[in-house]
């Protein structure tokens, strides 16, 4: 049998985390191991746990989540990160998306989009509120290297490049662009050649970095 998805939830605020943790415990595919409401914690449960998915919000009271980030990349942690968060600027957005966070999803979103997305990034997945990825500008990063890797993207890789930052699944990515799921699955890989990564969230990190969108 299948392990079930391990999760750690990171959150300040008791009645939201405890509500969060009734709805993973009942999903036989998924298993809290623990939760906690500081940074400091969840430190001293990483000690004892190795989680597959990180639950974290961004403000943490006196701390913020980028914290437990920043820590992770330091131990080489690979426990992927989903941000569930009550909101963030324009620029903590693109900020995250640089750092390697493989998910980020508003606190007021339906249980089932909470599933959805502790599901995908749990597979590898990038997942993006769709409001969140509207906040995103690519045209007006000023410190993005004109001299980019985007000159190697053909037009339709560009297209499911920004269908991916829209938080669409390859479904939704070929209906909008009137292809084959297997076609979009295809320029995927491609990309994935391209820039030479595994995940998507990898892939959406070298594109702000190297302004492939621009």
Do not use: W
Not at 21 to 37: M, S
């Amino acid at each position: 049998m299948k392990r079930p998805i391990q999760i750690l939830l990171v959150d300040d605020h008791t009645l939201f985390r405890e509500s969060v943790v009734r709805l993973l415990e009942v999903e036989p595919d998924l298993q809290v191991v623990g939760h906690c409401a500081t940074v400091t914690e969840a430190r001293q449960l990483l000690a004892g746990h190795e989680p597959d998915v990180i639950l974290l919000d961004y403000d943490l009271g006196s701390e913020a989540g980028t914290e437990l980030m920043s820590d992770l990349k330091m131990r080489g942690e690979l426990a992927k990160v989903l941000f569930v968060t009550a909101g963030m600027r324009q620029s903590i957005v693109s900020q995250m998306l640089r750092s390697g966070v493989s998910g980020i999803l508003l606190k007021h979103s339906p249980p089932s989009q909470l599933l959805d997305a502790v599901r995908r990034v749990a597979a590898g997945e990038l997942y993006l509120d769709r409001k969140v990825a509207a906040l995103i500008d690519l045209h007006h990063h000023s410190d993005i290297d004109a001299n980019s890797i985007e000159r190697s993207f053909t037009g339709r890789q560009r297209e499911v490049l920004r269908g991916i930052l829209d938080g669409l699944t390859n479904k939704e990515i070929a209906v909008r662009l009137g292809v084959s799921e297997t076609a979009v699955k295809a320029v995927i890989q491609e990309l994935f050649r391209k820039t030479q990564v595994r995940t998507r969230s990898q892939l959406v990190r070298i594109a702000f970095e190297n302004g492939a969108l621009n």
